[in-house]
T-cell receptor, first 114, second 115 residues
Framework: EPEVTQTPSHQVTQMGQEVILRCVPISNHLYFYWYRQILGQKVEFLVSFYNNEISEKSEIFDDQFSVERPDGSNFTLKIRSTKLEDSAMYFC????????????FGPGTRLTVL | AQTVTQSQPEMSVQEAETVTLSCTYDTSESDYYLFWYKQPPSRQMILVIRQEAYKQQNATENRFSVNFQKAAKSFSLKISDSQLGDAAMYFCAYRRQGAGNMLTFGGGTRLMVKP
């Protein structure tokens, strides 16, 4: 069964460093998302991406964040200068395109900022 | 903006018993989707069940069923014959009609299953 994959599973970085989180969505899916979950809190939407551009973003997704689909398969989230409060689980998700369909989630990347 | 509220931070149930998790939401839309996701300790988000707002019939998936009350904006999850593997965080989520729209999640309910 096709699945969304994410790498790395765990990333440790120093405050102020740049990180890139990688996702490979399901191949025939058209919409891509990043969500974040701070430990013990709810899952929060960051950004959605369609047709090679951002379609929607939350107030969390400020200038420190960017997304890219550099080739036909990868979907990346870059945090330019990490802060302690960026420590969280980051989930990538994708959806085929029909309004009825579910979003498939990847296993997440745990980001720890020291 | 849409909001989703889960008023039970924790619930426990005896194995083989039935438990109901509550969820309420706020929206001005008439067409939307509601979901329950399960998040086990591995943190992977797994879809349990979905409900289309235009459908009056409550969705069921094996031991999982929902009680969807559109006027009350209520969407509870019933788990019958609870199993140890059902222990997890459960998140209620809302999505507006439209293919690309994002999910809005509730705060989650931690379900513990006692053997």
């Amino acid at each position: 069964e096709p699945e969304v994959t994410q790498t790395p599973s765990h990333q440790v970085t120093q405050m102020g460093q740049e990180v890139i989180l990688r996702c490979v969505p399901i191949s025939n899916h058209l919409y891509f998302y990043w969500y974040r979950q701070i430990l013990g809190q709810k899952v929060e939407f960051l950004v959605s991406f369609y047709n090679n551009e951002i379609s929607e973003k939350s107030e969390i997704f400020d200038d420190q964040f960017s997304v890219e689909r550099p080739d036909g398969s990868n979907f990346t989230l870059k945090i330019r200068s990490t802060k302690l409060e960026d420590s969280a689980m980051y989930f990538c998700a994708s959806i085929e395109g029909s309004s009825y369909n579910e979003q498939f989630f990847g296993p997440g990347t745990r980001l720890t900022v020291l | 903006a849409q909001t989703v509220t889960q008023s039970q931070p924790e619930m426990s149930v005896q194995e083989a018993e039935t438990v109901t998790l509550s969820c309420t939401y706020d929206t001005s839309e008439s067409d939307y989707y509601l979901f329950w996701y399960k998040q086990p300790p591995s943190r992977q988000m797994i879809l349990v069940i979905r409900q289309e707002a235009y459908k009056q019939q409550n969705a069921t998936e094996n031991r999982f069923s929902v009680n969807f009350q559109k006027a009350a904006k209520s969407f509870s999850l019933k788990i019958s014959d609870s199993q140890l593997g059902d222990a997890a965080m459960y998140f209620c989520a809302y999505r507006r009609q439209g293919a690309g729209n994002m999910l809005t999640f509730g705060g989650g309910t931690r379900l513990m299953v006692k053997p």
